[in-house]
T-cell receptor, first 113, second 113 residues
């Protein structure tokens, strides 16, 4: 079974631009979560989608948004990029059962100049 | 406010000895806890979990202990192997029955051969 894939793996943008990151979950997984990882901050929860609906949201500004498609693939968008948005963005997928293990992708490394 | 804390940023252990990684939390509503391991350039991989109705869960060389009164959990690795060298994250479920996980900042374990 293929794992969680994220594209692109690396991205360089400048302040003020916007960016879209993509995540393809493991086949059959309906829950997709997004996390931001920065040095010293661990993984910060952004949001979780389940069956195309945002089920949970973390404490991030409205510049961070996401969506999920009917095939469970998910995209995350960050508008008006700031230097502090430079981070590793991780996507994780899970089966539909409540709680349990999340399977993470390799992440997208975003650098904002 | 960091609800899940890993106060030791790094830990070094001799091969064959026990590694003990600690995690403290502040939210008494957390009811499900997980440990993940992360190698460089890869996403975190699930190690072991524990529900708040238990105080111990074992899986091979890995054992997680939960002390609800102290709001503390620990991961024991016995015996430690050089391949265990990685960053370890603990995570807690903030919303019952969903995948909104709050992660700690991680502990870098180095197992010395």
């Amino acid at each position: 079974k293929a794992g969680v894939t994220q594209t692109p793996r690396y991205l360089i943008k400048t302040r003020g631009q916007q960016v879209t990151l993509s995540c393809s979950p493991i086949s059959g997984h309906r829950s997709v979560s997004w996390y931001q990882q920065t040095p010293g901050q661990g993984l910060q929860f952004l949001f979780e989608y389940f069956s195309e609906t945002q089920r949970n949201k973390g404490n991030f500004p409205g510049r961070f948004s996401g969506r999920q498609f009917s095939n469970s693939r998910s995209e995350m968008n960050v508008s008006t990029l700031e230097l502090g948005d430079s981070a590793l963005y991780l996507c994780a997928s899970s089966v539909s059962a409540p709680q349990g293990e999340q399977f993470f992708g390799p992440g997208t490394r975003l650098t904002v100049l | 406010d960091q609800q899940v804390k890993q106060n030791s940023p790094s830990l070094s252990v001799q091969e064959g000895r026990i590694s003990i990684l600690n995690c403290d939390y502040t939210n008494s509503m957390f009811d499900y806890f997980l440990w993940y391991k992360k190698y460089p350039a890869e996403g975190p991989t699930f190690l072991i979990s524990i529900s708040s109705i238990k105080d111990k869960n074992e899986d091979g060389r890995f054992t997680v202990f939960l002390n609800k009164s102290a709001k503390h959990l620990s991961l024991h690795i016995v015996p430690s192997q050089p391949g265990d060298s990685a960053v370890y994250f603990c995570a807690a479920s903030a919303v019952r029955g969903t995948y909104k996980y709050i992660f700690g900042t991680g502990t870098r374990l180095k197992v010395l051969a």
